[in-house]
């Protein structure tokens, strides 16, 4: 299971469960050049092993840089489909302007 | 990444336009096997008829500034180079007056934590609407107002001008 927590100012947590068989992994905090390496091992394990849906709740990610869109730009390429759940409006039009809404679903 | 710019470079060469050259790039990369990816932003320029052609692979949009006024250009993003998405980028064209500048930029120009990047991006507008004589000048003051002297990324800038 997806486990990471960080401390200190650029801190970010990973958690994930499974919501009817998909993986849900929430991102919270905020993610950046420092962490985005330690996110993508948390996550590994639960991309590669599902190549359908996959859910980042990403309610609680106050930043992202673009490690931030490397890292989900690679989950786009790895499983069918990325939803992004409840993206704060920072995320949401970082997101946007960078044509990564063409490949990947934000809710709502 | 040196690949992409020569690959660039070469399909320029050849004569295709941004929309083209785009599309052959985002051939050339997959951010699935090395973790790389790039964004884009090519423009072709006719320096006689002030106007620059651009396609955009998930570029912030490029800022055009005049007479102590500047505007955001509406470029629409397609995704970064090395998703692999398959659908065509689009073109759209600029116009710069005379002794107009467009300022194309790093994300990290704009991008501050607890901030919408919209904000940066009006900051980088009124920056480039002060009239600093020289181009070098302009592109000083730019980087000293939106990052002051510690800059928390590597941050590239380009400022084409029209002298007439």
């Known amino acids: ?108 | 990444m040196a690949s992409l710019h020569f690959a660039g470079r070469a399909y320029a060469l050849e004569g295709y336009t941004p929309q083209v050259i785009l599309d052959h790039l985002a051939q050339t990369l997959d951010v699935a096997e090395n973790g790389h990816f790039a964004t884009v932003l090519c423009g072709l320029v006719d320096i006689a008829a002030h106007t620059v052609r651009l396609a955009n692979a998930g570029h912030l949009p490029p800022v055009v500034s005049s007479e102590g006024q500047s505007a955001v250009v509406p470029v629409k993003p397609g995704p970064p180079i090395g998703i692999l998405d398959g659908s065509p980028y689009e073109e759209s064209m600029v116009t710069v007056p005379p002794r107009g500048v467009l300022i194309a930029y790093t994300d990290g120009l704009v991008e501050r934590r607890g901030e919408i990047v919209d904000a940066g991006i009006k900051r980088l507008q009124e920056a480039a609407s002060h009239d600093c004589g020289s181009l070098g000048e302009l592109l000083d003051r730019i980087i000293t107002e939106l990052t002051g002297d510690s800059p928390a990324d590597d941050i590239a800038v380009i400022g084409l001008e029209w002298q007439n």
């Open chain 1, 1 to 108: 299971m997806a486990e990471l927590n960080t401390a200190g100012q650029d801190g970010i947590t990973v958690r994930t469960r499974h919501q009817d068989g998909t993986p849900v992994i929430s991102v919270a905090g905020e993610l950046d050049l420092t962490n985005a390496k330690e996110v993508r091992s948390a996550i590994e394990a639960v991309v590669s092993d599902h190549g359908q849906l996959i859910v980042f709740e990403v309610s609680d990610l106050t930043f992202m840089d673009s490690s931030g869109i490397a890292l989900l730009a690679s989950v786009t390429r790895q499983v069918r489909e990325v939803e992004l759940r409840d993206p704060t409006p920072i995320v949401r039009r970082l997101i946007e302007m960078t044509g990564l809404d063409k490949v990947l679903r934000m809710t709502p």
